[in-house]
């Protein structure tokens, strides 16, 4: 606020204010001192110019003055409070040098201090309740953009993961497995159409949850994966072992198809060189709990068109779920991406 380009009006405005408001309480009298009127403006315009420069000065040193004393206190009270020692020196000087230039004897230095004192500080206070709203106000309009992008972001993020599964080469590639088992094999068939509904179902029941069971996203997985099995045959191995304590936490939902999904897109998978997907929890402080999806690297020679969205979106998620970055990327020696498990209230966090 303080640093604003119309700050001179802002000024002049305040002066005008406060030699008015004086005038009408008849403060410069009050207490027995009575100035000439140009020295008595002059006075009151300083005091309200050397007030905002101070803080203004104040204000864009606040950063550092924070990070020498490295201290976590609010910066509005920071900030307030140095300007209270400033604006205590300003007061000081203006009333010695009017002492000085009237000679006044020690009972009036003392009364001009004062005066000076409780002037500079009403001003000093009502400027600090204008940042501050000002502050908030700024933060506010932060909060709800921030918000808004990451509703989008989820939003994308849902339909993403809808999308890449629900889309035609997905089905094309699991149309062309069924037609070759229904006449060969009709178990197989039969068993390969019922994890096919089941993966269908679960995209299609929570593609509007925010959270679902790690137990039913496992689940999930496992019906996926046996799709991509018999496709990929022994070119794909993806395997997981995560013990039962931690089924109860909570996951995005399609949150390890798109990492399964991000790793079968960018790398190799043949017979020479098996794509190995490992899904397991990370052994790390207790209370701190995260589910890790790792897969060996092996690049394919010409990358697929790809709008780096997936990590992107699953990135924005689990901080507006976790309220801070909670996704950990490591790209070697394998690709290995850290999300966070979430214990809360599953009928809370969808109801």
Same mark, same amino acid.
């Given at each position: 606020?303080?640093?604003?380009?119309?700050?001179?009006?802002?000024?002049?405005?305040? /002066?005008?204010?406060?030699?008015?408001?004086?005038?009408?309480?008849?403060?410069?009298?009050?207490?027995?001192?009575?100035?000439?009127?140009?020295?008595?403006?002059?006075?009151?315009?300083?005091?309200?110019?050397?007030?905002?420069?101070?803080?203004?000065?104040?204000?864009?040193?606040?950063?550092?003055?924070?990070?020498?004393?490295? &201290?976590?206190?609010?910066?509005?009270?920071?900030?307030?409070?140095?300007?209270?020692?400033?604006?205590?020196?300003?007061?000081?000087?203006?009333?010695?040098?009017?002492?000085?230039?009237?000679?006044?004897?020690?009972?009036?230095?003392?009364?001009?201090?004062?005066? /000076?004192?409780?002037?500079?500080?009403?001003?000093?206070?009502?400027?600090?309740?204008?940042?501050?709203?000002?502050?908030?106000?700024?933060?506010?309009?932060?909060?709800?953009?921030?918000?808004?992008?990451?509703?989008?972001?989820?939003?994308?993020?849902?339909?993403?993961?809808?999308?890449?599964?629900?889309?035609?080469?997905?089905?094309?590639?699991?149309?062309?497995?069924?037609? &070759?088992?229904?006449?060969?094999?009709?178990?197989?068939?039969?068993?390969?159409?019922?994890?096919?509904?089941?993966?269908?179902?679960?995209?299609?029941?929570?593609?509007?949850?925010?959270?679902?069971?790690?137990?039913?996203?496992?689940?999930?997985?496992?019906?996926?994966?046996?799709?991509?099995?018999?496709?990929?045959?022994?070119?794909?191995?993806? =395997?997981?072992?995560?013990?039962?304590?931690?089924?109860?936490?909570?996951?995005?939902?399609?949150?390890?198809?798109?990492?399964?999904?991000?790793?079968?897109?960018?790398?190799?998978?043949?017979?020479?060189?098996?794509?190995?997907?490992?899904?397991?929890?990370?052994?790390?402080?207790?209370?701190?709990?995260?589910?890790? *999806?790792?897969?060996?690297?092996?690049?394919?020679? *010409?990358?697929?068109? /790809? /709008?780096?969205?997936?990590? !992107?979106?699953? !990135?924005?998620?689990?901080?507006?779920?976790?309220?801070?970055? =909670?996704?950990?990327?490591?790209?070697?020696?394998?690709?290995?991406?850290?999300?966070?498990?979430?214990?809360?209230?599953?009928?809370?966090?969808?109801?």
């Amino acid at each position: 606020m303080f640093s604003v380009r119309q700050r001179y009006l802002f000024i002049a405005l305040l /002066s005008v204010y406060s030699y008015v408001n004086i005038l009408l309480t008849t403060g410069h009298s009050f207490l027995g001192i009575n100035l000439p009127e140009p020295l008595f403006i002059t006075s009151v315009l300083a005091l309200v110019i050397l007030v905002w420069e101070a803080n203004r000065l104040l204000q864009r040193n606040l950063g550092r003055i924070r990070l020498f004393f490295r &201290s976590k206190i609010h910066p509005l009270i920071i900030h307030f409070t140095l300007s209270l020692i400033v604006v205590a020196i300003i007061a000081s000087t203006i009333a010695i040098i009017l002492t000085s230039i009237y000679q006044l004897e020690k009972e009036a230095f003392w009364l001009a201090l004062t005066l /000076s004192l409780g002037f500079s500080f009403r001003i000093n206070l009502f400027l600090h309740c204008i940042n501050a709203i000002v502050f908030y106000m700024n933060k506010y309009k932060v909060v709800q953009i921030e918000a808004e992008q990451l509703k989008k972001q989820s939003i994308e993020a849902r339909f993403d993961a809808l999308r890449s599964q629900i889309n035609p080469h997905f089905l094309f590639n699991s149309l062309n497995v069924l037609s &070759s088992l229904v006449y060969r094999d009709p178990d197989t068939s039969a068993r390969f159409i019922e994890q096919l509904s089941n993966v269908y179902r679960y995209l299609l029941n929570n593609q509007d949850q925010k959270l679902i069971p790690l137990r039913e996203e496992l689940e999930f997985i496992n019906s996926y994966y046996y799709l991509l099995k018999m496709r990929f045959q022994e070119n794909l191995n993806i =395997a997981h072992e995560i013990p039962e304590t931690k089924k109860d936490y909570y996951i995005a939902p399609a949150t390890l198809q798109l990492l399964i999904e991000n790793a079968i897109k960018h790398n190799v998978v043949s017979k020479k060189n098996p794509l190995d997907i490992k899904i397991y929890i990370e052994n790390g402080k207790p209370e701190i709990n995260k589910i890790v *999806v790792e897969n060996n690297l092996q690049p394919k020679p *010409v990358q697929e068109a /790809s /709008s780096k969205l997936g990590l !992107k979106n699953i !990135k924005s998620r689990y901080t507006f779920l976790a309220g801070r970055e =909670a996704v950990e990327i490591i790209t070697a020696p394998n690709f290995i991406v850290k999300v966070p498990l979430i214990k809360l209230s599953y009928e809370n966090e969808n109801g």
